[in-house]
């Protein structure tokens, strides 16, 4: 005992004295937490990036947005699905084999009621396993961008979820309690050491995962900790405390640009901000008006003229976004600049359009907010009321934790509200699917279009491109004249680094450690 006592203090010693033994931890923060640890219950940005340092996905993407081999090493299309080449040798952390069968488990899993990916999964119908290394995932009819939807769905371990009883995902909106909510069993570069939600997590690396030596990532530790107060944040990052932060403040850049040992990098994202507006049910919940004010068009469109989102550009985003009359940004198919054009600002024309629908005085209406998830989220929602005042309508603001935002989205509880959308296939069957097809899982304006319906089943098996990228752009073009949604702005992405380390920063504002270096 004394012997062993004696080696780790030498070790822990040596550690200290000679930099070849020290580990490289990388330090980092943002606003928020990551919701959950089970990978198939949040569809949310950085629950997904947090999961992708544990979990991986059979495709997945490098820093510039290209499609990659992540669980699968090749695939190839058919009439009526694709087949899949499984890299072999791959271990999950618990050191169980990942084969086929963790693959059929997984897709079931995501096809849940209770999963966030569900509009991603469901195309494919079945999945056959053809050997223990190879699969066919059998959708209705060819479908042309599969890959592309398969770059969030997580693989998980079927005994391991078996044993922990997690075979169903966490149903987050129901505040549901799950073995996997805290615990990870991926095959990915990092494993979870420890996780206390809102506090702190930290991962280490897998000495045993399949791409260490092909990936210069030099990260032996990496410990998260989300931090609200914005002036914190940048405070932790100018005194060394992290290394790293997804989210500076923007009126902080210029600051952390001069600092000494410190560097900022920018990137246009593949994310829109945006209202919803509960055209759905026949009375508003929060509105003072006789009915629902939100079912009328020209509503919609007052609200839209109303909101300069060219000020908000200006003045709350510090020039860091870009104004638009869509809620898909220019990088993903569909996005057209006669689409992404604002529908303008003006307010004798909302005023008008007020009073023609029956509203001179304009009405009340409550708008929920997140306060810790998109740049300047609660400072965006603080201009919104005081525009939407300038026409009558009197704007009561709740700003909460995205933890308790999005539920009240989910489970339509909500009659104006805040939200952005970021599309990881690159395609625009991702935001119809969710955000706008009638029976859309994160579509809480019930906006119900048949068309749009019709359209966004059609371009899952339509493969003559040319006619699939038309009947998509007729999409867009009814939506922007019907107006469900205020789009406000695709934003910029700022991160704030250490020059002590180097990650390259990516458009859909994931952080991929396995290509960050420790100098």
Do not use: W
């Given at each position: 005992m004394k012997f062993r006592k004696l080696l780790a203090v030498s070790v822990a010693a040596l550690t200290v004295a000679n930099p070849a033994f020290a580990e490289n931890v990388l330090r980092w923060t943002s606003q928020g937490d990551a919701l959950t640890?089970?990978?198939?219950?949040?569809?949310?940005?950085?629950t997904g990036s947090m999961n992708g340092q544990m979990y991986e996905t059979l495709v997945t993407r490098d820093a510039a947005l290209n499609l990659q081999p992540e669980l699968a090493e090749s695939w190839e299309a058919g009439a009526d699905g694709w087949t899949f080449k499984l890299r072999q040798g791959v271990k999950f952390h618990d050191g169980s084999d990942f084969t086929a069968e963790d693959v059929v488990f997984s897709f079931a899993r995501a096809n849940h009621e209770a999963s966030d990916f569900k509009e991603q999964a469901k195309n494919v119908v079945a999945v056959e396993v053809i050997d223990d290394y190879t699969v066919k995932l059998v959708t209705d009819g060819?479908?042309?961008?599969?890959?592309?939807?398969?770059?969030?769905?997580?693989?998980?371990?079927?005994?391991w979820a078996e044993a922990h009883d997690v075979v169903a995902p966490q149903d987050f909106k129901a505040k549901e309690e799950t073995y996997?909510?805290?615990?990870?069993?991926?095959?990915?570069?990092?494993?979870?050491?420890s996780r206390a939600p809102d506090e702190m997590t930290e991962l280490a690396r897998n000495p045993e995962w399949w791409g260490n030596d092909m990936f210069p990532g030099n990260i032996d530790k990496i410990v998260y900790r989300p931090i609200g107060n914005a002036a914190t944040r940048v405070?932790?990052?100018l005194s060394g405390e992290v290394d790293f932060v997804l989210d500076p403040p923007l009126q902080d850049i210029k600051r952390i640009e001069g600092a000494d040992g410190l560097g900022v990098k920018t990137v246009a994202q593949i994310r829109s901000i945006f209202f919803g507006m509960d055209q759905g049910v026949d009375k508003l919940r929060s509105s003072d008006a006789d009915g629902n004010p939100f079912k009328d068009v020209r509503v919609r469109e007052a609200i839209n003229l109303a909101i300069d989102k060219a000020a908000i550009q200006r003045v709350v985003m510090e020039g860091l976004s870009f104004p638009t009359g869509m809620i898909t940004p220019p990088g993903v198919l569909g996005n057209t600049p006669e689409n992404d054009a604002s529908y303008g600002f003006d307010v004798a024309k909302a005023k008008a359009l007020l009073a023609e629908a029956g509203y001179p005085d304009g009405f009340s209406i409550?708008?929920?907010c997140p306060n810790n998830r998109y740049n300047n989220d609660e400072k965006i929602c603080q201009a919104a009321v005081a525009m939407l005042a300038k026409i009558g309508v009197k704007v009561s603001l709740d700003a909460i934790p995205k933890a308790q935002h999005f539920p009240k989205i989910q489970k339509r509880e909500t009659d104006f509200y805040m939200l952005g959308w970021g599309v990881p296939t690159l395609d625009s069957h991702y935001v119809l699917s969710y955000l706008l097809a009638g029976e859309g899982s994160w579509n809480a304006t019930g906006y119900n279009n048949a068309r749009v319906n019709e359209i966004t089943a059609a371009i899952t098996t339509e493969i003559d491109i040319p006619k699939r990228t038309a009947m998509i752009d007729e999409a867009w073009t009814l939506i922007k004249a019907d107006m469900p949604?205020?789009?406000i702005h695709h934003q910029v992405l700022a991160w704030g680094l250490s020059d002590k380390v180097d990650i390259p920063i990516a458009a859909d504002d994931s952080f991929r450690p396995r290509f960050a270096v420790m100098k």
């Open positions: 640890m089970d990978p198939h219950s949040q569809n949310e940005g950085p060819p479908n042309p961008i599969l890959p592309n939807q398969l770059t969030s769905i997580y693989i998980m371990d079927k005994d996997a909510v805290r615990n990870s069993n991926g095959t990915g570069p990092f494993t979870l050491v405070a932790a990052l409550q708008l929920d949604y205020v789009p």
